[in-house]
């Protein structure tokens, strides 16, 4: 595929070395954009894949250089200057200027594709209690190093539950805590979501759903945490696993738009003209399903290829479905569409929970808005052609 250069375009910088930041990259240079392009990350590595943090890299089947992207010989055969350790601390919209610290980078065409960091544990103090979390190589190899001890797990989301699977496997013991009375529940509901809980529980996981964490204590060389339900645990490592916000700070400084995310039209354009978001960063204008921003590291790729097009011109609206994945222990699962703030009416199951191998679809109206397999991997193609679609197509 090429795409005609606006030959104004002399600079490309991409702010963000993840999955999007790379994958625009790569395809500005298949579209046959051959000016300077520039890829900033703040981390002081090359750019790597996340997802197998909570999965291979703790359970030792990966290690941290397995996760890399590309050699760094990839970026320089297609001349993309990979900056490392560069955090970008401010940006000059009418200047088209960047800033990492004393340096400067001039720009034509912008694409900030930073991602988001993992969200933190408000009102709760914890001087001298080992606290962690997980979103970069380092968090991982600090992790792992704690697998095999006694873990509090604060939240029930996919990385929270991906990890109460490795420590399992790796021998260690989870409690793992959740407000909502099943983890997943805001995104499966009820029955699907009881499928997750039974997992944790039939593999030995401490799960507490409906209470939250009210203290956490250093306990000796242990910690205590005490629950909202009046229960109380003592662990040698406390993860908090409650979800990522944006790094829109810099954005926000600068006067783009910002609202839960770096706002973007259908085509991932700023409210600037010269400035284009995509990744977990970008609070995407969905033509069909609205103003969502995505998390997942196919959404990550596949808005990293599209924005190239739009960073040379092209105006094609993003229209792809969510798609996710997870395994844990034996299970594995893929997921396609988006429920949103607004639910669903009705779960169609296929299939047999209990043995974890089934099809499940969420319908609102006439419409399919998602649909997953657990264990069924040959059922995908049709799930991805059924979501989105009418509610009546679906198999009986």
Request: with cysteine.
């Amino acid at each position: 595929m090429s795409t005609p250069t606006d030959p104004s375009i002399e600079t490309i910088a991409i702010v963000g070395a993840g999955l999007a930041g790379v994958h625009a990259a790569e395809e500005l240079r298949a579209r046959g954009y051959q000016r300077r392009l520039l890829l900033i990350g703040a981390e002081p590595h090359l750019p790597y894949d996340r997802p197998p943090l909570s999965k291979e890299v703790m359970l030792g089947k990966k290690t941290l250089d397995d996760t890399e992207l590309h050699p760094e010989q990839w970026y320089a055969d297609r001349e993309i200057q990979v900056l490392t350790d560069h955090r970008i601390t401010a940006l000059d919209l009418a200047g088209r200027r960047l800033r990492a610290g004393e340096e400067s980078f001039d720009y034509d065409r912008l694409l900030l594709a930073c991602g988001s960091r993992a969200r933190r544990l408000a009102g709760i103090k914890v001087p001298g209690v080992d606290v962690r979390h997980l979103r970069t190589r380092e968090d991982a190899l600090g992790l792992k190093e704690r697998l095999g001890g006694r873990l509090l797990i604060i939240g029930g989301g996919w990385i929270g539950l991906e990890l109460a699977a490795a420590a399992r496997t790796a021998g260690g013991e989870v409690v793992l805590v959740e407000t909502a009375s099943r983890p997943l529940a805001g995104v499966l509901g009820p029955q699907v979501a009881e499928v997750f809980a039974d997992l944790h529980r039939s593999h030995g996981v401490d799960l507490r759903t409906g209470t939250t964490v009210e203290t956490v204590e250093r306990a000796g060389e242990r910690a205590e945490a005490r629950f909202s339900d009046g229960s109380e645990v003592l662990v040698d490592t406390v993860v908090v696993a409650i979800g990522a916000e944006p790094e829109t700070t810099v954005a926000e400084a600068a006067g783009l738009r910002c609202s839960g995310g770096i706002d973007v039209d259908a085509a991932l354009r700023t409210s600037d003209p010269f400035v284009f978001a995509a990744g977990d960063v970008a609070n995407h204008d969905h033509l069909s399903l609205g103003r969502l921003r995505v998390e997942h590291w196919d959404n990550a790729i596949a808005q990293g290829k599209h924005v190239a097009g739009s960073l040379l011109g092209e105006v094609d609206p993003y229209t792809a479905q969510p798609y996710f994945f997870t395994d844990q222990y034996d299970l594995g699962m893929e997921y396609v569409g988006h429920v949103g703030a607004a639910g669903h009416d009705a779960v169609h199951v296929r299939g047999d929970l209990a043995s974890r191998v089934f099809t499940a679809y969420w319908t609102r109206g006439d419409r399919v808005v998602a649909g997953m397999h657990a264990g069924d991997w040959d059922a995908i193609t049709q799930i991805r052609e059924l979501v989105g679609g009418p509610a009546s197509a679906l198999p009986a």
